[in-house]
């Protein structure tokens, strides 16, 4: 994934920066939504960091970054430890929040 976003992600694209006019983000019309897949469940995400270091990274450090508008992260937990079943459940349930935040945001804007 670091590489996909170190190659769509560059100056001259997603922003433009240089030492002359500092950094001017591009990507002020476009909402971002977020489906992280996650191995493990979501209380051990939480113990360790790793949603925060996740939402840092690239919520505040890419998006923000950017210029695009957040919109809904819908964490995938647990994505290799039940059944397919669970699993399609956990996906439906994250593609609902996504689905319903670029809903909301067509009705509002």
């Known amino acids: ?3 996909w976003i170190d190659r769509v992600f560059i100056n001259g694209w997603a ?14 019309a476009l909402t971002t939504h977020l489906l992280p ?3 493990d469940d979501h209380g051990s995400y939480e113990r360790h960091g790793y ?7 690239i919520e505040h450090g890419i998006i923000d970054y950017c210029g695009s508008r957040r919109g809904a992260t819908a964490f995938i937990h ?4 039940d059944s397919p079943e669970a699993t399609a459940r956990r ?10 935040a670029v809903h ?5 804007g």
Do not use: W
């Open 1 to 3: 994934l670091k590489g």
């Open 15 to 28: 922003f433009e920066h240089s030492p002359a006019t500092g950094l001017r983000p591009k990507l002020q």
């Open 37 to 39: 897949i996650a191995g």
């Open 51 to 57: 949603e925060k270091a996740l939402r840092t990274q």
């Open 78 to 81: 647990e994505s290799e430890q």
């Open 91 to 100: 996906v439906d349930r994250a593609v609902r929040v996504v689905s319903e």
């Open 104 to 108: 909301a945001r067509l009705t509002v």
